[in-house]
């Protein structure tokens, strides 16, 4: 493979000091080294030129959530139409991230509230988020931590790493740790074999994730050595971040096979952005490409509530009506769960459209991506067994030495037998509170 497209070349040549620096373009340090991060840089390289009172904005702009471009990310830009540009929207700063709306936050998930110990968020019974680094290669635009992109303060030092190891260390209910950041590849394949090991080493973690969008803004970071280090680690699962087909090129393929015929099972997370990808034809395209590329996706985001970001922001209808054309249109496997982070805290929530027409006590009424409605008889003679959670005197083969005798919450403990709860009411219901005035 030659070493970079004709449009590659051009912004090579450049950013480089010469021909022999710039015959470095697949070595990703050298692409963090020449990251791009003035305007006029930007104007440079393709172009392009914004008028003075534009300019003003956008510098404005750059003092609230900087600028950073790989050279390589920036090739993929089509300069002649720039302004509808998905990996332009996506890495070039809009002076409409300066328009914060009254439901904006600038830390809509609650992050820095679920965090016992520095760089941990724990919200789900089972599994944490560590964020090990800071810092990416490239800052999107609609990074949902915008409040901490460039920030130097906040970069999580080995001291940190530490004490998330520690809390994890010390909490058996943790069987799944989700590397974070910032982007964890940022960080040295030594720095990184060292977190691994010692996640490793512990004997409840099973699933160890790594969160990156390395494959689609550096695919070069994707070395043979990384991968072998990562291999050692095994089960070892990514989850990458591509926004549009354009984002699948030739460099980015070749990261994918690396990591796939490393036996690391991909996914993908992309965010739902006004713009960018709101269409339910370049949706499905994404998609096909990403299976074609043994990458699974795994989540489509509704854009948080976050501060910068409303210009991104699509009705969840949208989200609903992409779903609608995956579903029972391609295979299942390529289609990913929708989900809302619920602001405040609360953790993703599955969104799809309604399939459930009607239902009596023996039949549901059903209909099918096609719109076609269909009866589904239920058995007459089902006999539901009463679960009182004694499972060494149950029929089922559950293996009870493996299986964890938890206590059911939310949703699942108004379903259970065992349980007497009836209904689940919120803090501070006025209802409730007369009631125990009276
Ligand atoms: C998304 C997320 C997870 C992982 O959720 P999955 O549904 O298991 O992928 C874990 N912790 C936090 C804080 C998250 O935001």
């Not at 944490?128 to 990416?136: E, K, P, R, Y």
């Not at 713009?275 to 299976?291: F, Q, T």
Request: contains cysteine; hydrophobic residues 35%; glycine residues 6%.
């Amino acid at each position: 493979m030659p070493i970079y497209s004709a449009n590659q070349k051009n912004i090579a040549e450049q950013i480089a000091t010469d021909t022999v620096d710039s015959a470095n373009w697949r070595d990703w340090r050298w692409q963090l080294k020449h990251s791009i991060q003035k305007i006029s840089t930007v104007e440079t390289l393709l172009g392009i030129r914004f008028g003075e009172k534009e300019r003003k904005k956008l510098e404005l702009t750059l003092r609230k959530f900087p600028l950073s471009i790989t050279p390589y990310y920036l090739s993929l830009i089509a300069a002649e139409n720039y302004q509808n540009d998905p990996v332009f929207k996506q890495a070039f700063p809009s002076p409409r991230e300066l328009e914060i709306e009254s439901c904006d936050m600038a830390d809509p998930l609650a992050e820095d509230k679920d965090s016992p110990v520095p760089g941990i968020t724990h919200r789900y019974p089972d599994r944490v988020l560590l964020q090990i680094s800071n810092v990416c290669s490239m800052y999107c635009r609609h990074c949902t931590r915008k409040r901490k992109v460039g920030d130097k303060d906040s970069i999580p030092g080995s001291e940190d790493i530490r004490q998330g190891l520690d809390y994890i260390r010390r909490t058996p209910e943790i069987r799944d740790v989700l590397l974070s950041g910032g982007d964890p590849l940022m960080l040295s394949d030594k720095y990184l074999d060292w977190i691994l090991t010692e996640l490793r080493q512990i004997e409840h973690v099973q699933v160890i994730r790594i969160g990156t969008r390395m494959p689609v803004v550096l695919p070069y970071r994707i070395t043979p050595e990384l991968v072998a280090m990562l291999k050692k680690h095994h089960p070892v699962w990514i989850n990458t971040h591509f926004n549009h087909p354009r984002e699948i090129t030739t460099s980015s393929k070749q990261a994918l096979r690396l990591l796939a015929d490393a036996g690391i099972p991909l996914g993908n997370q992309t965010v739902l952005l006004a713009g960018v990808n709101d269409c339910p034809r370049i949706m499905k395209a994404l998609v096909h490409k990403l299976v074609d590329n043994r990458v699974r996706p795994y989540y489509l985001y509704q854009c948080d509530l976050s501060e910068g970001l409303s210009h991104f922001r699509t009705p969840v209808g949208k989200g609903v009506e992409i779903m609608e054309s995956l579903i029972g249109h391609t295979s299942g496997f390529a289609v990913p769960t929708y989900v809302i982070d619920a602001p405040g805290g609360g953790g993703k929530i599955p969104l799809n459209p309604n399939y459930l027409i009607s239902l009596s006590t023996n039949k549901v009424v059903l209909r099918n991506y096609e719109g076609v409605i269909t009866t589904y008889k239920e058995p007459d003679s089902y006999e539901p067994m009463f679960c009182d959670r004694k499972c060494d005197s149950c029929g089922l083969h559950l293996p009870t030495e493996d299986a964890e005798e938890y206590r059911a919450t939310g949703i699942e403990r108004l379903l259970s037998d065992f349980d007497e709860t009836i209904s689940l009411t919120p803090e501070n219901n006025e209802r409730m509170e007369r009631r125990d005035d009276a």
